[in-house]
T-cell receptor
Framework: GEDVEQSLFLSVREGDSSVINCTYTDSSSTYLYWYKQEPGAGLQLLTYIFSNMDMKQDQRLTVLLNKKDKHLSLRIADTQTGDSAIYFCAESKDDKIIFGKGTRLHILP | GAVVSQHPSWVICKSGTSVKIECRSL??????MFWYRQFPKQSLMLMAT?????????EQGVEKDKFLINHASLTLSTLTVTSAHPEDSSFYIC????????????FGDGTRLSIL
């Protein structure tokens, strides 16, 4: 199977919380990342978490890591229209970063 | 901090032309730079990894003579698509990393290449 898997699409009402889930395969990954890509643009590093952490919070963003299950999630509180984008989960592997296929977050009014 | 500038952002050219894309780290020294290709609605595909002053390491299936990479300084890497054809049309994104190991990569805004 794929190294990094995530659902392809998520639809959330404005003001609600968005939760994007991801699973990865390499238990030796040191860092796990969340990147955001807006239409026609490059990738913006949103946040990353060291593998010995369970949780990291940064303003509206909360990252949860379950290392036993190799599960990573990104929660966006109070989702806004500006959060509409593709969110890529990624794991570090050897000297590279392996990306998932991305989750397209759609905001409903 | 950690700003990566990629230029040009969009280029249209005729088949057979060679196109050069630049990737610069503006406020840090990039010991390693990466070049990716992204097809519509797809994830990023790593093409090659380059370390300053040495030859790039290409991923399997990527033609090194087709995609020439130069990383001559700690702040600049270039990708040249030689004799471009319509199938080379894509979104090319570079990233840069300072330090070693599993440090985050910081991405440029990408270059949309259209070959007519």
């Amino acid at each position: 199977g794929e190294d990094v898997e995530q659902s392809l699409f998520l639809s959330v009402r404005e003001g609600d919380s968005s939760v994007i889930n991801c699973t990865y395969t390499d238990s030796s990954s040191t860092y796990l990342y969340w990147y955001k890509q807006e239409p026609g643009a490059g990738l913006q590093l949103l946040t990353y978490i060291f593998s010995n952490m369970d949780m990291k919070q940064d303003q509206r963003l909360t990252v949860l890591l379950n290392k036993k299950d190799k599960h990573l999630s990104l929660r966006i509180a109070d989702t806004q229209t500006g959060d509409s984008a593709i969110y890529f989960c990624a794991e570090s592997k050897d000297d590279k970063i392996i990306f998932g296929k991305g989750t397209r977050l759609h905001i409903l009014p | 901090g950690a700003v990566v500038s990629q230029h040009p952002s969009w280029v249209i050219c005729k088949s057979g032309t060679s196109v050069k894309i630049e990737c610069r780290s503006l406020d840090f020294q990039a010991t390693t730079m990466f070049w990716y290709r992204q097809f519509p609605k797809q994830s990023l595909m790593l093409m090659a990894t380059s370390n300053e002053g040495s030859k790039a390491t290409y991923e399997q299936g990527v033609e090194k003579d087709k995609f020439l990479i130069n990383h001559a300084s700690l702040t600049l890497s270039t990708l040249t698509v030689t004799s471009a054809h319509p199938e080379d049309s894509s979104f090319y994104i570079c990233s840069a990393r300072g330090g070693e190991g599993n440090q985050p990569q910081h991405f440029g805004d990408g270059t949309r290449l259209s070959i007519l």
